[in-house]
């Protein structure tokens, strides 16, 4: 597995930016897409974005498409979410998530078997 460790969420007003990054350790970062995940309280964990390894292809769940954007620093083992025009239905936990088999960019979670520890978005009405 690949270690993760997020950062960059905080408190932000309506129609707000902000933007998320991932650090990323141990197997080869440059080989594997990394998806966004987020769990609001009470809710399932849902996808939110995902970038290939190189860095040219992502896709986006319906409902930030147009708000959010992925991307990768693979010299940095770095991955992004800028997220803009932030709503108060974005707050949740978001997480990073590095998948089992590298080349491929998933969109369930279940193909995904390394994960980070969360960061937390409270978007402000």
């Known amino acids: 597995q690949v270690q993760l460790v997020e950062s960059g969420g905080g408190l932000v007003q309506a129609g707000g930016s902000l933007r998320l990054s991932c650090a990323a350790s141990?197997?080869?970062?440059?080989?594997?897409?990394m998806g966004w995940f987020r769990q609001a309280p009470g809710k399932e964990r849902e996808f939110v974005a995902v970038i290939s390894w190189s860095g040219n292809r992502q896709n986006y769940a319906d409902s930030v498409k147009g708000r959010f954007t992925i991307s990768r620093d693979n010299a940095k083992n770095t991955v992004y979410l800028q997220m803009n025009s932030l709503k108060p239905e974005d707050t949740a936990v978001y997480y990073c998530a590095a998948p089992s088999r590298p080349f491929t960019t998933a969109q369930a979670m279940g193909a995904y078997d390394s994960w980070g520890q969360g960061t937390q978005v409270t978007v402000s009405s």
């Open positions: 141990g197997r080869t970062f440059s080989n594997y897409a």
